[in-house]
């Protein structure tokens, strides 16, 4: 396995990965030397946050410009949006989460039920 396939399981797939399939992945990590971040990365995406170790990042990322309107004027804030698109026999049903600000969040929730609304109402079981 090259370092970099290596380098993306570490910090994208290490999310259910086996304590044995963990061990190895940092055992390699350390053998080859690149980095010890990455192990972290690993074990972070394993790890269950409490409230209290997740309020710091919330507040540092609620403090971003928008990353829909890019403009700063509220605190961020997240949500899911569900949008269902059913053309004849096919559904695709789509749920995302965004953040962003309380105008752009309000713009998407409001944008996918007038899509669902229009195109996907008929689409069984998530457009009715
Ligand atoms: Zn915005």
Do not use: F
């Not at 290596?6 to 190895?24: F, N, V, Y």
């Amino acid at each position: 396995m090259s370092d970099n396939e290596l380098i993306r399981i570490a910090t994208h797939d290490a999310k259910g990965l086996t304590d044995q399939a963990t061990a190895i992945l940092k055992s390699e990590i350390n053998k080859r030397g690149i980095g010890k971040e990455l192990i972290e990365g690993a074990e972070a995406q394993n790890k269950e946050y409490t409230l209290e170790e997740l309020l710091p990042y919330c507040n540092l990322i609620s403090a971003l410009n928008c990353p829909i309107c890019g403009k700063s004027l509220e605190k961020l804030n997240a949500t899911v949006t569900a949008q269902t698109i059913s053309i004849l026999i096919i559904t695709n049903y789509e749920k995302r989460p965004r953040i962003g600000c309380p105008k752009c969040l309000k713009n998407k929730n409001i944008s996918a039920a007038i899509t669902t609304l229009v195109l996907g109402w008929w689409g069984i079981p998530w457009g009715q």
